[in-house]
């Protein structure tokens, strides 16, 4: 049996769309809570874009919030619920009548978070964007890739999640954890961009620092030093070396013979001589064959691995980060675990992704709408 979740026993109504704001629910779902994901079916004819993979461990219900009855039906919703999330541009849920001050007159402690690309307030609160965007107007994009290459958009959207779904579950249970307190609810606004603002501690310390703001592959992090890089092997795969500190970078280089680069770790004169060296070394061996010589040997390195190799990799088995469940026709496919373990109320998956509004039906009777009632809301597109 499936301990519960520390999140059991909340409900959340969850509004939102594609990435940000469903794997803030999704990580709220893993830890127990009752998530009810609302959409619009007409939109979701229009545009086809749906993320069944972070639907796990929730219901889903088709619901047009711009009809009568469809705001009925999400208001009775409201009464039973503890957080609502939202992802429109900031104006669209108060034109849909179900902004946070609608919501409070019918459940005054609600926890309502909105999702937006740059927030609530500023000059740039109706501009649309995506994960992209938002990394480069804060000025992490400019930092990935190559020195003499044009910057490089990471093949994970890590403002959507980092900055967006994250930090939306970390406001949602910072003001649940509050309203234990006070009793009050609150409006949680996050701005994804300002997430990665806040993904810059260690490059403004070094621009602090130095004067200097952080080069795109050529800072302390980022490939200017042989120390902190990433090689080719001889079988054409890759390996990274994070030996920052003294004592691992010093075994690293007693390891390859070359321990007269021990205390040139961080030299600028030499550093594109070691650099080259490592380069040519690493190209000698194959990555299997570098794994076995550096296996118990203290000096932070690691494979680069594929999606595929992720997958099929034992380590991610054992911390049950990769999964066999069960789905709703029978068969058996793998997904992605929950990685906040939890020794008395762990996360887990309950139950598998469901599909668009799959379950309408049975939130509406829950509601205490009978079978011909919830027939009609289909004849009349409510849901």
């Given amino acids: 049996m499936i301990p519960k979740g520390a999140l059991s026993g909340v409900t959340v109504l969850d509004l939102s769309r594609l990435l940000p704001g469903p794997f803030c629910s999704m990580i709220l779902a893993d830890h127990g809570a009752r998530v009810i994901a609302i959409e619009d079916r007409k939109q979701y004819q229009a ?5 069944p993979n972070v639907c796990r461990n ?51 402690d609600i926890i309502y978070c909105s999702v937006t690309g740059y927030g609530q307030t500023g000059e740039f609160r109706d ?25 490089s958009i990471p093949g994970v959207q890590i403002a959507d999640m980092a900055g967006g779904g994250m930090n939306a579950a970390i406001g949602i249970l910072l003001a649940l954890f509050a309203r ?13 961009t300002d997430g990665m603002v806040g993904l810059l501690p260690v490059a403004f310390y070094w621009k602090t620092l130095t004067g200097e703001t952080p080069r795109r592959g050529d800072n302390m992090l980022s490939h200017r030093y042989a120390c902190y890089n990433t090689y080719e092997t001889a079988d054409g795969q890759f390996l990274s070396i994070g030996a920052v500190e003294k004592r691992f970078w010093r075994q690293f280089c007693d390891l390859l013979g070359v321990a007269e680069y021990a ?14 060296f490592m380069r040519q070394a690493f190209k000698q061996k194959t990555l299997d064959e570098w794994d076995v010589l550096f296996e118990g040997v203290d000096i932070c390195w690691g494979r680069v691995q594929s999606l595929s190799e992720v997958l099929e990799d034992p380590l991610f088995r054992q911390r049950e980060m990769v999964l066999e469940i069960e789905g709703n026709n029978g068969k058996t496919s793998k997904t992605l675990g929950v990685p906040v373990k ?42």
């Fill in 47 to 51: 545009d086809g874009l749906f993320l």
């Fill in 127 to 151: 501009r649309v964007g995506h994960d992209a965007n938002y990394l480069g107007y804060a000025g992490v994009l400019n930092m990935i890739g190559a020195t003499d290459q044009p910057p």
């Fill in 342 to 383: 939890l020794s008395e109320t762990p996360g887990a998956v309950r139950t598998p992704p469901v599909n668009f509004g799959e379950s309408t039906p049975e939130i509406l009777r829950e509601l205490g709408y009978s079978d011909n009632e919830i027939k009609r809301f289909e004849e009349d597109g409510v849901v």
């Fill in 263 to 276: 205390d040139l770790q961080y030299d600028d004169q030499h550093r594109i001589e070691i650099i080259d």
């Fill in 180 to 192: 234990e307190k006070t009793g009050a609810g609150q409006h949680v606004d996050i701005s994804m």
């Fill in 58 to 108: 929730k219901q889903h219900m088709a619901l047009d919030l711009k009809s009568a009855s469809g705001k009925t039906i999400f208001f009775k919703l409201v009464e039973q619920a503890d957080v609502i999330l939202e992802g429109f541009r900031p104006g669209v849920v108060q034109r849909l009548g179900v902004d946070y001050e609608s919501v409070c007159r019918v459940k005054p």
